[in-house]
């Protein structure tokens, strides 16, 4: 393997022995802007509405990011199949959950199968049940806070 190739996630998640908990967003905001959908990329700006608000995606583009839901979740599923690793996965569209009251640990944080972030991550880290969520594909979560940006 190219050796700049060891540092995707996907690749080098394999070899981490510590225990780990992911966090993220089956549709991270952040990574839409700046790699998936880039001016770069889109010079005919097809993705720009999209980007800034996902209510504003086509059927192609959502489509576009199920299947790199899809991808994530296969690169991480012999990760999570080990008792010692957790995660929480859901289908926002958000970047960085970990950082704000609103979505760690308030009333109306997201949930997972009616568990929130910051109790998952405390069932995981104290050993008080597995700690294993995954949110099924958008749209199905109304409990998200999604990022909408302006233009």
Known sequence: MDPTSCFFPQNLI???KTPLFLLNAAYDAWQLQASLAPPSADPHG????????HAHCSASQIQY????????LNAI???????KNGLFINSCFAHCQSERQDTWF???????????????VGDWYFDRVRANAVDCPYPCDST????VFMK
């Not at 990011?65 to 994530?72: A, E, I, S, T």
């Open 14 to 16: 394999a070899s981490v």
């Open 46 to 53: 097809s993705w720009h509405d999209c980007k800034l608000n």
């Open 65 to 72: 990011l199920q299947d790199f839901r899809n991808q994530m």
């Open 77 to 83: 599923k012999s990760f999570s199949m080990s008792k």
């Open 106 to 120: 308030a009333d109306d944080s997201p949930l997972i199968q009616n568990k929130g972030i910051a109790q998952s």
């Open 144 to 147: 998200c806070h999604n990022l």
